[in-house]
């Protein structure tokens, strides 16, 4: 009973409705071309495995011990043997064919029309648009973490690397997995046909916040991303003289500033992540509230309901929806806030100023910075503005 | 009375116990403490279990043969294990005040003689027959000290070879090792056309070959080895911010052709045969510009169309001029450069660097150049 259970519960675990991660839901070319190499893959193996425990049950049954005399015993049946031989051959030749076809046209990315980097490091992903013709036309680069966003219908470039430990990029509704390995530059097309969220998770182990360490990818329909580019190019805005914003400002430059980049905000003391993280980076910050994550995409910056509003918009609704960002109303405040006062507690990261030896003090992800709650209240504040 | 096995057992319970208050004394922490008592009281126990079973070699009950049975009476032979043991513990002593290596010399010693003595005072109380006895010793110690005794002899040959080659010279090293292979080539031959040779005559050519061997060794180490020219490298260019030269470097042309990196590159820069310099990164149109990640390396190809050989190099900004002991000297600053070598014409270069700093915020343009090519320059940006 135990045995039956255990085996029903994982098999109604496919029946699950919010499983963004499904791989058996394509919503791209490419992903279209593994989910229909994969389907038939499996079908075949089942049906392979169906016969094989069925034959298995029959013999067992059939020639059980009833006490009869054991028969004649005899060595090799050539055509058995051959036809054994052959059959599970011309299985393996059938599957070979379709796979080493969908591997090189997956391969493929002569044909792509907008380019973008990914850097993976412990434990959140850098998004980085190069100047290019590609996406519309980037006229000046610019960077962003968590979500990548991409245009609809468009065979996007992901060219991607890690600053530290191996990761992989998996979209699962829009790709395949890839590995990401320092010191190499490895390539993935991706292509969503309707707008929405696709979300997606680090899967290669990649240490204690492995877990934690998720991404997205955003697509929007051509105008929205024209829109949504612009947003990311436009300059820098100084909070209002005297508000909490501006006190945010002054805190940000004294406190988060040593590590993370606000474009525009280059008056702001010395930028050095490579003396206090592992990775040399922390996540650019620039536009931080026009991205519905933050700390590796594993908290939302909108409360349940808004996020929910996001996530559930029709193709047709979601562009608009996603473009607003976070407003003051749909901030979830209390995990930023949290993330602010004490990273290390909200995620396990190795921040521990004692045990930072084998990286010569430097940590891996975002320490306790020790701010109090007015502190807290300020940033919250500046960063509500980079929108 | 006290059986010899014993004898071990509650010295090694002394030890410990000794070991686990000096270390309770001197050093922070339990779990040394904890671990020597635990050795003591062990050992402790193993030597009462040996005295109650005289050595196991008598019944414990029997009385009579305790007092006749070999263990009880065999007096050991004189050996030389003791005088080792001393002098492995002078060593030790004597590079507490000097040299580490002395105690890792003596503390090799100690083992070595300390287990040989072992055996050997086990071996000779083995029974009242000394061929029976040797026999033992030999069984017992065989396998431990031939493969020893071989990687001991292997190290002492391969170091005296290793010496004579750093000895001799670039053009006499491969005559010398010419005449070293015919003579061996000389001495198999000399051994296989005899139809019986004696065993002495083999020995001594053998002791006679090693013997030379370990002479030229020694006679080289103390010579010291020979002088090996340090080449200039791309790398020493870079510290020394000598980047812009068009001279040829004493670098291996080929060292920056690393497979790996080749095939994960950020851009291809070319210089082509009007002079016109260009990059071109995968996915992206040819431009002036390219976009590398910040803290992150990167690999670029410099393809070399001209007619002259030239050289790539990347020029980010300036940095802190250092002394000849590697401080910065206040105030100065060199340019922060990197380069390739030479790319012949038609040929290609492969460099890899690694950028912390933004561009944005830099004073200086980050750039890559080609010197001796004027007005031609590629800009290298980082986010």
């Not at chain 2, 056309?193 to 090693?210: P, W």
Request: with cysteine; aromatic share 6%.
């Amino acid at each position: 009973m135990l045995a039956v259970g255990a085996i029903a519960a994982v098999t109604l675990t496919a029946c699950a409705e919010d499983a963004p991660q499904d791989t058996w839901q394509p919503e791209g070319e490419n992903s279209t071309r593994i989910h229909n190499l994969q389907w038939p893959v499996f079908a075949i193996a089942g049906v392979v495995g169906l016969l094989v425990f069925l034959a298995i049950v029959w013999v067992v049954i059939r020639y059980r011990d009833r006490g009869q005399p054991i028969p004649k015993q005899s060595h090799g049946k050539p055509a058995l043997e051959i036809a054994l031989t052959i059959l599970p051959a011309l299985i393996l030749v059938g599957v070979a064919v379709p796979t080493v076809g969908t591997l090189m046209a997956l391969a493929e990315t002569d044909d792509t029309e907008c380019s973008v980097n990914v850097y993976g490091q412990q434990w959140w992903w850098e998004v980085e648009y190069p100047e290019q013709k590609g996406c519309g036309g980037i006229d000046r680069e610019f960077v962003t973490s968590g979500q990548m966003v991409i245009p609809t219908g468009t065979k996007v470039l992901v060219s991607g690397t890690s600053r530290d430990v191996i990761h992989s990029w998996w979209i699962p509704a829009l790709n395949g997995k890839k590995d990401m390995v320092p010191g190499r530059v490895h390539t993935v097309r991706t292509q969503a046909d309707e707008p929405g969220i696709y979300a997606g998770q680090c899967t290669e182990f990649c240490g204690l916040s492995h877990a934690n360490m998720r991404m997205e990818v955003v697509a929007l329909d051509p105008g929205d991303f024209e829109t949504w580019k612009a947003n990311q190019l436009k300059p820098y805005a100084a909070p209002e003289e005297g508000s909490i914003a501006a006190e945010g400002e002054s805190a940000f430059i004294s406190q988060c500033a040593r590590c993370h980049v606000v474009d525009g905000l280059d008056d702001g003391g010395v930028n050095a992540p490579e003396q206090f993280v592992y990775s040399r980076t922390a996540p650019n910050l620039t536009n931080l509230m026009t991205r519905n994550t933050f700390a590796g995409a594993t908290f939302d910056l909108l409360t349940d309901e808004c996020r929910e509003r996001v996530w559930e918009a029709t193709p047709e609704e979601f562009g608009e929806r996603y473009l607003e960002g976070v407003t003051p109303e749909c901030l979830n405040e209390v995990d930023l806030r949290a993330w602010i006062k004490n990273a290390p507690a909200m995620k396990p990261m190795y921040t521990d100023g004692t045990k930072l030896g084998p990286t010569d003090g430097r940590s891996r992800g975002m320490p306790a910075l020790g701010l109090n709650d007015d502190q807290a209240d300020q940033l919250v504040a500046y960063l509500l503005e980079r929108n | 009375m006290l059986t010899n096995g014993s004898k071990l057992l509650l010295a090694g319970t002394t030890l410990a116990a000794v070991a686990a208050i000096v270390y309770g004394v001197t050093q922070d922490g339990t779990l040394g403490v904890v671990g020597l008592l635990s050795a003591a009281i062990a050992l402790g126990l193993l030597a009462g279990i040996v005295i109650a079973t005289r050595d196991g070699n008598v019944s414990a009950m029997d009385e009579a043969a305790a007092q006749t049975a070999v263990a009880t009476h065999v007096a050991p032979e004189g050996n030389i294990w003791p005088l080792i043991v001393a002098g492995g513990a002078a060593l030790v002593v004597l590079g507490l005040v000097t040299q580490s290596a002395f105690v890792m010399l003596g503390i090799g010693l100690l083992l070595i003689a300390g287990l040989q003595w072992m055996v050997d005072a086990w071996s000779q109380s083995a029974s009242a027959d000394g061929t029976f006895n040797r026999d033992a010793r030999a069984r017992f110690a065989g396998p431990l000290e031939f493969p020893l005794l071989a990687t001991a002899v292997g190290g002492v040959v391969v170091f005296s070879f290793s010496r004579i080659m750093l000895f001799l010279s670039k053009t006499a090293g491969p005559v010398g090792f010419v005449v070293a292979a015919l003579l061996i080539l000389a001495g198999g031959f000399l051994f296989a056309s005899q139809r019986s040779m004696r065993s002495t005559a083999v020995a001594g050519l053998t002791a006679f070959a090693a013997l030379g061997l370990v002479a030229g060794g020694v006679a080289a180490g103390l010579d010291g080895e020979r002088f090996i020219e340090e080449h200039e490298t791309t790398g020493l260019l870079g510290e020394e911010s000598e980047c812009d030269t068009t001279d040829e470097t004493h670098a291996d042309e080929n060292a920056s052709q690393t497979v790996g990196n080749k095939a994960a590159i950020m851009a291809d820069i070319t210089l082509d045969a009007e002079g016109e310099l260009t990059s071109k990164a995968p996915g992206q149109q040819a431009s002036q510009r390219i976009v590398v990640g910040r803290g992150n390396p990167s690999n670029i190809i410099f393809h070399n169309e001209s007619d002259e050989p030239r050289r790539i190099t990347l020029t980010t900004g300036q940095r802190p001029l250092l002394d000849e002991e590697g401080e910065e000297i206040e105030g100065q600053t060199t340019p922060d450069q990197r380069c390739t070598a030479l790319a012949e014409e038609g040929g290609s270069q492969l460099l890899t660097f690694r950028i912390d700093k933004r561009s944005a915020v830099a004073d200086e343009a980050f750039e890559l150049t080609v010197p001796g090519v004027e007005g031609q320059a590629i800009e290298v940006v980082v986010p």
